[in-house]
């Protein structure tokens, strides 16, 4: 993914709109597409049509990016978003939050399905992510020639998820009456979940919730200066112990039950944006 390539792409979307700005991007991910529902939308542009743009192949994801606005601000969204599972390679799955950057967006707004390690945490709950382990994936989404556009060689990752973001988001669940969780997301390759024997391992490692997502985004949306704020909603619980077969139908309606709540989690994160 050079430079040129990115430009590519992200003049493509800006000659769809010209006067069109925004400063915070978002990723919808399994089962919580319909923020999406919530933006105004200004235009819509499926990922086929896009130059260079990966086309997404879950078909619960629907493969498009949409300009709107959103609690009053203007978003670039991505509604859907590609895994290393898959079968694309690292740089693919960050691709679009290069194009974000190159189309000047400053915010990135994630969220996933994981499963939940903390024996404190229910099905449908939320846990904003506070940091998170990136050492099983197969490669860094950094590998690779660095352009001076990318950002530093060596970025640090001291406090990748933006801790004003962390707070806010807390306050805001406190506000809404919903259980505020916060926590540590290990990213896996995926697609097949864990074995009892590996939560046992990622919670031994300081495993709040595991997922399949997320990490490589956020890795290169910190290189290139982006503030992160994730959010996980936990859709089955990964305890050893108790471990119960995971049915793929229950994850989507786990994810779907706490669509409100993270919906509204988003939108006033979005309004506090100055
Ligand atoms: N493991 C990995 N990814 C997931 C899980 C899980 O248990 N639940 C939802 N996504």
């Known amino acids: 993914m050079t ?27 399994t089962g919580l597409g319909h923020l999406a529902q919530e933006i105004e939308v200004l235009c819509e542009i499926p990922y ?27 978003v670039i ?9 898959e079968g694309y390679s690292m740089q693919e799955v960050t691709f679009p939050i290069r194009v974000l950057h190159s189309l000047g967006v400053k ?10 390690l903390n024996p404190v945490f229910n099905i449908s709950d939320l846990m904003i992510i506070e940091d998170h382990v990136a050492l099983f994936l197969p490669e860094s989404p950094l590998r690779g020639k660095n352009p001076a556009s990318f950002g530093p060689r060596f970025p640090d990752m001291s406090q990748p998820y933006d801790l004003e973001l962390i707070n806010q988001g807390k306050a805001i669940l406190k506000e809404l009456g919903v259980t505020v969780h916060s926590g540590v997301y290990t990213s896996v390759q995926g697609p097949q979940l864990e074995t009892k024997a590996e ?18 985004e ?8 982006m503030k992160v704020f994730a959010c996980s909603v936990i859709t089955d619980l990964c305890f050893p112990e108790t471990l119960k077969e995971a049915k793929f139908e229950e994850i989507l309606a786990a994810a779907a039950q706490a669509e409100p709540s993270l919906t509204q989690l988003f939108i006033r994160l ?5």
């Open 3 to 29: 430079p040129e390539i990115i430009r590519e792409t992200s003049e493509f979307i800006q000659n769809q709109l010209p006067d069109f700005e925004a400063k915070i991007g978002i990723i919808l991910g």
């Open 48 to 74: 086929h049509v896009l130059p260079h743009f990966p086309i997404s192949t879950v078909e619960t994801h629907s493969g498009k990016l949409i300009l709107g606005t959103l609690g009053g601000k203007s």
């Open 77 to 85: 969204c991505l509604q859907g978003r590609f895994h290393y599972y």
């Open 107 to 116: 915010y990135l707004f994630v969220s996933n399905a994981a499963g939940g």
């Open 199 to 216: 939560y046992r391992l990622l919670r031994q490692l300081g495993t709040d919730a595991v997922g399949m997502s997320t990490v490589p």
């Open 218 to 225: 956020v890795i290169v949306a910190h290189q290139v200066g």
């Open 270 to 274: 979005i309004q506090q944006i100055s």
